[in-house]
């Protein structure tokens, strides 16, 4: 099964300051994401990559930025933490091709005060 | 509007009972289909996917395809304790964007 690491796993950071969450997976996959789970909205699409350094929008990317380094690693960034962006976030990777599965990290809790 | 909708948001079913779980697109570009499984402090399993119409059984879950009314549904027979979870409807289109939208969740809970 594929192995998706997030990290940190819990963060607590105060408004107007930076975050980096950072995910790493080892199936060879093409495809990475970043989601935020909130109450009430499931998993919404924040940003995801097909390759190294390739970006994608996602459906809520406003306060966010994100980099893909390695086929292996994606990170999203929070540059001025507001509030409105304490939630669970999980990455998920996925192969290449129409119809793949996803497959997610444990998650990382983050809380901004 | 959220692309994919869930019903219930909340199922309360008995063990050894049936749950059924509903989910429908707004976007008629979605031809991929899945349904995910959260337990609590984990995160999403895909549980099933259904990318044609009708059909489609794995041990106690079924799952059912109708693209023309844009609906999946998710049922599973003989609930177990251990069903208790998140399920999240998922679905794709088939530009090979690889965007993958998810439901807001249905929570159930089976009662021993």
């Known amino acids: 099964e594929a192995a998706v690491t997030q990290s940190p796993r819990n963060k607590v950071t105060v408004t107007g300051g930076n975050v980096t969450l950072s995910c790493r997976q080892t199936?060879?996959?093409?495809?990475m994401y970043w989601y935020r789970q909130d109450t009430g909205h499931g998993l919404r699409l924040i940003h995801y990559s097909y390759g190294a350094g390739n970006l994608q929008i996602g459906d809520v990317p406003d306060g966010y930025k994100a980099t893909r380094t390695t086929q292996e690693d994606f990170f999203l960034l929070l540059e001025l933490a507001s509030p409105s962006q304490t939630s669970l976030y999980f990455c998920?990777?996925?192969?290449?091709?129409?119809?793949?599965?996803?497959?997610f990290g444990e998650g990382s809790r983050l809380i901004v005060v | 509007q959220q692309k994919v909708q869930q019903s219930p948001e909340s199922l309360s079913v008995p063990e050894g009972g049936m749950a059924s779980l509903n989910c429908t697109s707004s976007?008629?570009?979605?031809?991929y289909f899945w349904w995910y499984r959260q337990h609590s402090g984990e995160g999403p399993k895909a549980l099933m996917s259904i990318f044609s119409d009708g059909d489609k059984k794995e041990g106690r879950f079924t799952a059912h395809l109708n693209k023309a009314s844009l609906h999946v549904s998710l049922h599973i027979r003989d609930s177990q304790p251990s069903d208790s979870a998140l399920y999240f409807c998922a679905a794709s289109d088939n530009y090979g964007n690889e965007k993958i939208t998810f439901g807001a969740g249905t929570k159930l809970t089976i009662k021993p």
């Open positions: 976007d008629r570009n979605f031809q």
């Open positions: 998920a990777s996925s192969g290449q091709g129409s119809g793949n599965t996803l497959y």
């Open positions: 199936n060879s996959h093409n495809y």
